[in-house]
T-cell receptor, first 116, second 112 residues
Framework: SQTIHQWPATLVQPVGSPLSLECTVEGTSNPNLYWYRQAAGRGLQLLFYSVGIGQISSEVPQNLSASRPQDRQFILSSKKLLLSDSGFYLC???????????????FGSGTQLSVL | KQEVTQIPAALSVPEGENLVLNCSFTDSAIYNLQWFRQDPGKGLTSLLLIQSSQREQTSGRLNASLDKSSGRSTLYIAASQPGDSATYLCAFTETGANNLFFGTGTRLTVIP
């Protein structure tokens, strides 16, 4: 069966510090991978998605970046965190059906990031 | 701009009651619509997925319907239980896109 691992579960970082959140998927090959952010009182916002190794699409301009060094590994990074980067970050995967129209999304357990 | 609205934002019901959660969207070119459950501080669990060609899906005590013409979806929960307490989110995918547009959710509390 497929599983998705996301860590750490919680993170407190000072403004201006770097960030690295990691997500790995097991039990499937060539998944579509996604990073979402959930700010307090707001809906989930898609930050990045990837349809293959080294292929990253950004949905919103920001000081965050994403990388996919391996087929089932997705990393969210920042060189310098801002207060506005605080939120709940969720990694997700879906079966790849070409580049468009994802089917069911399967989410990780999330990382609560507090930037102070 | 795509918008997904969920009403009510919060709902409390006594155990055993049947209830309906509402989701409305502005984009008629949807590919599919999903309902998710989120427990506090946790990730999302997909409950039901309705393709644009379908009108409803059922799983156990849950039934989701989709009316593209009116831009609405409902999640019906029968015989609610305290374990159903969570936030429920709907999200839709546009045809030809790779994004899900999420509502802000309905926080459900089932009182024993």
């Amino acid at each position: 069966s497929q599983t998705i691992h996301q860590w750490p579960a919680t993170l407190v970082q000072p403004v201006g510090s770097p960030l690295s959140l990691e997500c790995t998927v097991e039990g499937t090959s060539n998944p579509n991978l996604y990073w979402y952010r959930q700010a307090a009182g707001r809906g989930l916002q898609l930050l990045f998605y990837s349809v293959g190794i080294g292929q990253i699409s950004s949905e919103v301009p920001q000081n965050l970046s994403a990388s996919r060094p391996q087929d089932r590994q997705f990393i969210l990074s920042s060189k310098k965190l801002l207060l506005s980067d605080s939120g709940f970050y969720l990694c997700a995967w879906s079966v790849s059906r070409g580049q468009f129209s994802p089917e069911k999304l399967f989410f990780g357990s999330g990382t609560q990031l507090s930037v102070l | 701009k795509q918008e997904v609205t969920q009403i009510p934002a919060a709902l409390s019901v006594p155990e055993g009651e049947n209830l309906v959660l509402n989701c409305s969207f502005t984009d008629s070119a949807i590919y599919n619509l999903q309902w998710f459950r989120q427990d506090p501080g946790k990730g999302l669990t997909s409950l039901l997925l309705i393709q644009s060609s379908q009108r409803e899906q059922t799983s156990g005590r849950l039934n989701a319907s989709l009316d593209k013409s009116s831009g609405r979806s409902t999640l019906y929960i029968a015989a609610s239980q305290p374990g159903d307490s969570a936030t429920y989110l709907c999200a839709f995918t546009e045809t030809g896109a790779n994004n899900l547009f999420f509502g802000t959710g309905t926080r459900l509390t089932v009182i024993p």
